[in-house]
């Protein structure tokens, strides 16, 4: 009963049967130079610890959808506040946990000065052939691989 309970109750909350369950976002932040702002997650980390990685996290039952996932993100990690229509996705992968996880662009520049830093270990921009040289999270990995468009300008 308690699985067809949990069943029923995914199965309303993502659109039915067979649809995406999204529990991960992760946001792409560029500056006014294209360039990339990542977040260098801390030593205690559960995942990719002293790693840079994308802004982003889970899905919070308080959120509508996953553009709303993005703003509040967002503002809890780098104090930028947001609307979810600022948010364009432009990727998407399967994530560790099975489920798929959209990379959400916020579609206006972040400069220095625009942002403070109120989770992981610190943050930088980087253009890609930098970012290529870096130790970064899977995720990163997996764009640096298969979308490496995402990064914007390659310079």
């Known amino acids: 009963m308690l699985i067809l309970l949990l069943w029923i109750t995914a199965a309303a909350s993502t659109g039915g049967p067979g649809a995406t369950v999204i529990t991960n976002v992760g946001i792409l932040?560029?500056?006014?130079?294209?360039?990339?702002?990542?977040?260098?997650?801390?030593?205690?980390?559960?995942?990719?610890?002293?790693?840079?990685?994308?802004?982003?996290g889970g899905v919070e039952p308080e959120d509508a959808d996953h553009l709303h996932t993005a703003a509040r993100e967002l503002a809890e990690e780098?104090?930028?506040?947001?609307?979810?229509?600022?948010?364009?996705?432009?990727?998407?992968?399967?994530?560790?946990?099975?489920q798929e996880a959209p990379l959400m662009l916020l579609r206006r520049p972040v400069e220095w000065g625009?942002?403070?830093v109120l989770e992981g270990a610190g943050a930088a921009y980087f253009p890609l052939h930098e970012i290529?040289?870096?130790?970064?999270?899977?995720?990163?990995?997996?764009?640096?691989?298969?979308?490496?468009?995402?990064?914007?300008?390659?310079?």
């Open 78 to 98: 780098l104090d930028i506040a947001a609307l979810p229509a600022d948010f364009i996705e432009i990727g998407r992968r399967t994530g560790s946990d099975g």
């Open 29 to 56: 932040v560029r500056d006014g130079l294209g360039r990339t702002l990542l977040q260098m997650r801390d030593g205690n980390a559960p995942n990719g610890p002293l790693a840079w990685s994308f802004w982003g």
């Open 114 to 116: 625009d942002f403070r």
């Open 132 to 155: 290529r040289q870096l130790h970064v999270t899977r995720s990163v990995a997996w764009y640096l691989a298969n979308r490496p468009d995402v990064f914007g300008i390659a310079a």
